[in-house]
Nanobody, 115 residues
Framework: QVQLVESGGGLVQPGGSLRLSCAAS????????MAWYRQAPGRQRELVAA???????DYADSVKGRFTVSRDNAKNMMYLQMNDLEADDTAIYYC?????????WGQGTQVTVSA
């Protein structure tokens, strides 16, 4: 079993930045593809950014050029740098790690973008 714990959420003004972190409880996570998802009130959970075990990244169109996903396998960590935040980025952000037959989710961290 792997536990994922997010941190770094909070309240930020439009145009501001936040950096989310995801800490994994076991080093085996380094072989897993990982991702950040988000869910806003009344909306489905959506993929924000993904990163393979060797660092290949992909992004939702809505965050391309503003968000950057990275990972540090030596520390069992994944990060999401979010710049130029918009009100529509307000959501609970979840860390995910998975491979066939194994899926792990964090508890989520709230990001609120408001003036």
């Amino acid at each position: 079993q792997v536990q994922l714990v997010e941190s770094g959420g909070g309240l930020v003004q439009p145009g501001g930045s936040l950096r989310l972190s995801c800490a994994a409880s076991r080093s085996m996570i380094r072989i897993y593809p990982m991702a950040w998802y988000r869910q806003a009130p009344g909306r489905q959970r959506e993929l924000v950014a993904a990163i393979t075990s060797d660092g290949i990244t992909d992004y939702a169109d809505s965050v391309k050029g503003r968000f950057t996903v990275s990972r540090d396998n030596a520390k069992n960590m994944m990060y999401l740098q979010m710049n130029d935040l918009e009100a529509d980025d307000t959501a609970i952000y979840y860390c995910y790690a998975g491979r066939p037959g194994y899926n792990y989710w964090g508890q989520g961290t709230q990001v609120t973008v408001s003036a």
